[in-house]
Structures are given as C-alpha cells and as structure tokens.
C-alpha cells in the first residue's frame, strides 16, 4: 500500500511540473500588458473631474489588478471613490488567453447584472484595443471598445469608445490611471 501511494504521489508532482514548464502560447504583449496592470499593487486610480454631475457624484475611479493562480489569468474590479473612500465596486473583470481561439479575451461583469465579453488586441507596441458585447438584465445588448496606452512610465491612458451600427468607433472617455499602493 505504502509502495502505491508513493508511485502516485510521483505521478501527481511530475505532472504538475511538467504542465507548469510548458512553454507559454500567451504573446508576449499580453503578458506585458499583465505585468504593468499588476505592478506594485496592482491599485490605478483616475481623477472624475472632467466628467463628475448630478448622476455621476464620485471623485476618481479605482482599478484593481492581480493575477490568478499560475499566472495565467488577471482578475480586477472597478470601483468608485468619492471623499476619498472606496463605496463601492461597479465592475469585476478576468482577463485570459483563449488557447483554443488563440485570442486575449475579457469577460466584464456589471453590479447591475450587465455582462460583456470580447477580444483583446494589439493595436500598436505600446498600445492594446478591445472590442466587446455586452448584454443587460433588460435584454439591451451593445458594443463598446476600449484603448489602453502604456506608452508613458507614469500613466496608463484610457479611452472608451461607443461602437455605432456601421461598425465606427465614437470616442467617449479618456482617463489616466496613475499607479498607487495600498492604504
């Protein structure tokens, strides 16, 4: 019995190693772009100012980053800050290499219940773009792009984009995350 349990044991750890030590089909862009998401603590934050009314009271938004297990998924949430205080997350994310599509997805999950999924891309060297679908708790589905620049070693400037039905994009948002630690 004690011969068995260690052949399976053997078994067991070999395979893990083996499947932790196969070479990566991730592109290195991805994991790049993972790598600046989760620096330090993973924590961005955006001044609201330019965009703050009546129905949009908060004073910055908040990213949130950090890898799953293996490194092969990044997990993050959106929140929102007002008076300097997290109140609240809007929207949780997990973004992953699709190894049978070949192809970086995001998936998006709204504290509404909304949930959108779609395709990240390369756009140029410093630069990545993603297109999404999203479907309401209402039945309203619609597309949304997104491009994030990490060109500049102090921000990571977003901007959001309505996709209209001939397929252009409409420039919405533009924010610059600036990297904080943890308070």
Known sequence: MVRYIIICLLITVGAGYAQNNQPSDIPDWLLKEWESRTQDSGLWIADNSKYKSENEPYDAYGMKWEYGIGKKVVKGRLFVIKEGKDIGTLW?????????????????????????????????????????T?????????????KSDYSNQEYIKTTSYSILEDGSWSENRVYYWKSKTDS
Do not use: V
Request: hydrophobic share 35%.
């Open 134 to 146: 999203f479907s309401s708790p209402a039945g309203i589905q619609f597309k949304t792009g997104h």
């Open 92 to 132: 949780e994310f997990l973004l992953f290499w699709d190894p049978a599509e070949k192809k970086a997805i995001i998936q998006q999950f709204g504290s509404d219940g909304t949930f959108g999924s779609g395709e990240i891309s390369l756009e140029s060297q410093h630069m990545s773009k993603s297109l999404q």
